[in-house]
């Protein structure tokens, strides 16, 4: 069966940054879109970036744009988020997300089948 797995989450003051990772097993890592989403307490979970699987195409949500940035290692079989001058909004438990074979990148919810148990973003500010 297919596992997310992601790692990362920590408590952060205001304007540090913190990088998250992300793993999948089961499926060919290289092959496939992947995304970031995150929930905060209350909220509906919301997309933050999404990378195809080439790695040429990047979407950012407008709340992120210019902070965060997703890079796919397909060597390492890593995605990552590096995320700096967090915010207190930025608060909330960050999900990992594989989506379609071959598939550019989306914020669309219904493009991802596969999702990890999250790891929680604190940021104080």
């Known amino acids: 069966q297919v596992q997310v797995v992601e790692t990362g989450g920590a408590l952060v003051q205001a304007g540090g940054s913190l990088r998250l990772s992300c793993q999948i097993h089961?499926?060919?890592?290289?092959?496939?879109?992947m995304g970031w989403y995150r929930q905060a307490p209350g909220k509906e979970r919301e997309a933050v970036s999404s990378?195809?699987?080439?790695?040429?195409?990047?979407l950012y949500a407008d709340s992120v744009q210019g902070r965060f940035t997703i890079v796919r290692d397909n060597t390492a079989k890593i995605l990552y988020l590096q995320m700096k001058d967090l915010k207190a909004e930025d608060t909330a438990m960050y999900y990992c997300?594989?989506?379609?074979?071959?598939?550019?990148?989306?914020?669309?919810?219904?493009?991802?089948?596969?999702w990890g148990q999250g790891t929680q973003v604190t940021v104080s500010s």
């Open positions: 997300a594989v989506a379609k074979i071959y598939g550019p990148a989306s914020l669309h919810r219904r493009d991802f089948d596969f």
């Open positions: 089961g499926l060919v890592f290289d092959d496939y879109a």
């Open positions: 990378i195809g699987w080439s790695g040429h195409t990047k």
